[in-house]
Every structure is written in C-alpha cells, then in structure tokens.
C-alpha cells in the first residue's frame, strides 16, 4: 500500500516558479514509478511529468518540456515537480500518482493517487 500526499501549491504570479512536493509512505515506494497529472477547471485531467523508480528515465508532456522538471528522493520517499516560467494556462489542480508497473502518460495506468494541490497563476 502506498499513500501520496502533495504539498506545495499556492498562488502563483505569471512568470514565477514552484515546487510542488509529493510524500509517499509505503516500504515498496522506492520501486514504484510516480508521475503528476493536472486537471484545470471544466478540462480533463492530463498528464504532466513521470519518472522511472530509478530516476533515471523521465518523460513530460509537450507543453511543459523546458519549463517543468521532474525529480526524486528515495532517502525522502519524495518526488519533486519544478515549474518554472509559469502561465496562467498552468492553473490546475495537480495530482501525483504512483505506479507498480513502471511509467507512463496515462492515469490508467497508475495504481495509486494523491488528492491534489491546488495551484493559481495569476496574469
């Protein structure tokens, strides 16, 4: 069983930057792999960023390549999301997830999900 837990949302100014954290609890974290998905206001949620269990592979959808980075602590059981050159297309709900049975861009496909975060950008 692993258990997700976002922090690090907030409001936002156009241009600006933040990290939000996601804290895992469970032995098997380590191997699992994580990715964040987000969901603005009357769209579906989409996927944002994913990270293999190693951290050694990453993958990012189109609109956040260079802008978002994807990272992970084992010792912390924490993975990372830096938003960086923020736009108020940004504004959404964001979710982390983790996944017995590897990485990928789909929700589907992960086996465990937090309750978001909230984060504004304002223009």
């Known amino acids: 069983q692993v258990q997700l837990v976002e922090s690090g949302g907030g409001l936002v100014q156009a241009g600006g930057s933040l990290r939000l954290s996601c804290a895992a609890s469970?032995?098997?974290?380590?191997?699992?792999?994580m990715g964040w998905f987000r969901q603005a206001p009357g769209k579906e949620r989409e996927f944002v960023a994913a990270?293999?269990?190693?951290?050694?592979?990453?993958m990012y959808a189109e609109s956040v390549k260079g802008q978002f980075t994807i990272s992970r602590d084992i010792a912390k059981n924490t993975v990372y999301l830096q938003m960086n050159s923020m736009k108020p297309d940004d504004t959404a709900v964001y979710y982390c997830?983790?996944?017995?049975?590897?990485?990928?861009?789909?929700?589907?496909?992960?086996?465990?999900r937090g309750q978001g975060t909230q984060v504004t950008v304002s223009s």
């Open positions: 990270i293999s269990w190693t951290g050694g592979s990453t």
């Open positions: 469970g032995r098997a974290f380590s191997t699992y792999g």
């Open positions: 997830a983790a996944s017995q049975y590897g990485f990928g861009n789909k929700w589907v496909e992960y086996n465990y």
